[in-house]
């Protein structure tokens, strides 16, 4: 089971880290990846991490404002989003994927499981 925290209401240009803890599962053998889907869009590929932490891949609308990292010893991927912006509202989704299919991080419908979501509202 994953669980997924630290959403919230932040102002443009601010900050928040978002959490994914597994219950009954070792992450350690998953790749990781964070998905978002804003009201009336696609789920979309925000972050992923490969399962050791060495890799990650990033969305362009994302990259260079956000960090995926991992805690494998406490079973743990964050998400730290910097300089958000309103079109980063949406609800986030974390989900695990067996660890080997790297080059499928991006395609949602490759991974195993999924966390419940957390809301994230920026406003402007």
């Known amino acids: 089971q994953l669980q997924a925290s630290g959403g919230g209401l932040v102002q443009a240009g601010g900050s928040l880290r978002l959490s994914c803890a597994a219950s009954?599962?070792?992450?350690?053998?998953?790749?990781m990846g964070w998905f978002r889907q804003a009201p009336g869009k696609e789920r979309e590929f925000v972050a992923g991490?490969?399962?050791?932490?060495?890799?990650?891949d990033y969305a362009d609308s994302v990259k260079g404002r956000c960090t995926i990292s991992r805690d494998n010893a406490k079973n743990t991927v964050n998400l730290r989003m910097n300089s958000l912006k309103p079109e980063d509202t949406a609800v986030y989704y974390c989900?695990?994927?067996?660890?080997?299919?790297?080059?499928?991080?991006?395609?949602?419908?490759?991974?195993?499981?999924w966390g419940q979501g957390t809301q994230v509202t920026v406003s402007s």
């Open positions: 009954g599962r070792l992450l350690s053998i998953f790749d």
């Open positions: 991490i490969i399962w050791s932490g060495d890799i990650t």
């Open positions: 989900a695990a994927l067996r660890r080997y299919n790297w080059r499928n991080v991006k395609e949602q419908k490759f991974y195993d499981y």
